[in-house]
């Protein structure tokens, strides 16, 4: 199976999901690339958007731990899900990931499909809150690349 | 001692000063576009890895 994150955006853009990516796609946008395994997303918390949410997965043939079904998706996340274009990490109100609503984002588009990213403060914010190995990896060098802010 | 050539793939980043320079002088979505070519080879070869297993 390729890894297709620019399919699976577009298949949420089409969906009308409000999302945004978070995660190594973003860190590459905002200057440090390296390889990641999956795509990282913050999704609206709202029952509206788990519906959209629940038909572009489905559209996907995704498969999860947990049913992947609206009511599912509307509580508290931190699902991977297998898909035909490769594995999304769902994150909502896990450490390190502020709620899509207060997140401040920006736009890239890559091939014709808009990405939402955090904009470079909110993604070093995320950084220094998770505080993994990699995140603190990741930190240092957006530090380096942007300031230390 | 057979001489490693580490600056030819341009996909190349680590110890590598021009690389992350090049990187860095990119825009946000060639960035990505490398990310995603990067994470699907590091995805193909952690597969052979297991199928040799």
């Known amino acids: ?149 | 001692m057979s001489q490693v050539n580490s600056h030819t793939d341009p996909r190349q980043t680590w110890n590598s000063p021009e690389q992350i320079a090049r990187h860095r002088a990119m825009s946000a979505t060639e960035r990505i576009k490398l990310c995603v070519e990067l994470s699907r080879e590091a995805l193909r070869f952690a597969a052979a890895r297991r199928a040799r297993r």
């Open chain 1, 1 to 149: 199976m390729a890894f297709d994150p620019l399919g699976i955006v577009r298949t949420l853009n089409e969906h009308e999901v409000r999302f945004a990516v978070v995660g190594g796609f973003a860190v590459a946008a905002h200057g440090v690339v390296r390889a990641t395994e999956d795509l990282d997303v913050v999704t609206d918390r709202g029952l509206a958007n788990a519906e959209r949410l629940t038909a572009a997965l489905r559209s996907l043939n995704a498969t999860a731990s947990q049913p992947l079904e609206p009511e599912v998706l509307v509580r508290r996340l931190d699902l991977r899900v297998s898909t035909d274009l490769g594995q999304i990490h769902l994150l909502r109100e896990v450490p390190g990931i502020p709620d899509y609503r207060r997140l401040e984002r920006e736009s890239v588009e890559v091939d014709g499909i808009r990405f939402e990213i955090p904009t470079i403060e909110a993604l070093r914010q995320m950084k220094r809150e998770a505080g993994r190995d990699k995140d603190r990896i990741d930190l240092a060098e957006l530090d380096e690349l942007h300031g230390s802010g």
